[in-house]
């Protein structure tokens, strides 16, 4: 048990439709990284956040965005849902002050599109 | 730009034996290497990883790996294998030990009784 929470744990969309995922860190973590992970494929980095500015990005389009809040928690959004977007979605989190630190995933959320 | 290659799809292995599953990876400088399981419908779990100094790194589970730079390799191993050790392995690498990791694209073990 890593202590991040996703939500939901399935969703099925249709395609051109949005969607937003949620994901709550681990206590005390400032950072929130998300990562799409393809059916029979490694995950792959979308963007991350940091105090609630992106803070790097993967090679995803701009239809995904993200939220960081106050209180660390965070939302991917896609818009105009595609095929291709099915997958399972990981939010990580992890602490800039910590002297070791380390990335703690989330269960994910399974999307598909149909 | 960075890449992980793991040359392995799918290895399957009795109970008891060793097991080694292979990384290799592409990176201009000193990378920081993880490897990381995956059981079904779950998350990713760390598993052990490398930043610097002994390039013999232990990690959970009786899990080690060796970094060799001459090789560009990570390979993972572990002297005997139990049934519960059944599940997917990314090998990762990054600039740091929490930003942007780059997987390679797992290798799926079995272990037969």
């Known amino acids: 048990e890593t202590g991040v929470t996703q939500s939901p744990t399935h969703l099925i969309k249709t395609r051109g439709q949005q969607v937003t995922l949620r994901c709550s860190s681990q206590?005390?973590?400032?950072?929130v990284s998300w990562y799409q992970q393809a059916l029979g494929q490694g995950p792959q980095f979308i963007f991350q956040y940091y105090r609630e500015e992106e803070n790097g990005r993967g090679n995803f389009p701009p239809r995904f965005s993200g939220l960081q809040f106050p209180n660390y928690s965070s939302e991917l959004n896609v818009n105009a849902l595609e095929l291709d977007d099915s997958a399972l979605y990981l939010c990580?989190?992890?602490?800039?002050?910590?002297?070791?630190?380390?990335?703690?995933f989330g269960s994910g959320t399974q999307l598909s599109v149909l | 730009a960075q890449s992980v290659t793991q040359p392995d799809i799918h290895i399957t292995v009795s109970e008891g034996a060793s097991l080694e599953l292979r990384c290799n990876y592409s990176y201009g400088a000193t990378p920081y290497l993880f490897w990381y399981v995956q059981s079904p419908g779950q998350g990713l779990q760390l598993l052990l990883k490398?930043?610097?100094?002994?390039?013999l790194v232990q990690g959970i589970k009786g899990f080690e790996a060796e970094f060799k730079r001459s090789q560009s390799s990570f390979n993972l191993r572990k002297p005997s294998v139990h049934w519960s050790d059944a599940a997917e392995y990314f090998c990762?690498?990054?600039?740091?030990?929490?930003?942007?990791?780059?997987f390679g694209k797992g290798t799926l073990l079995t272990v037969n009784p």
């Open positions: 990762a690498l990054g600039r740091g030990s929490n930003y942007k990791l780059t």
């Open positions: 490398y930043f610097s100094g002994d390039t």
């Open positions: 990580a989190s992890s602490s800039r002050q910590a002297t070791n630190e380390k990335l703690f």
């Open positions: 206590s005390g973590h400032n950072t």
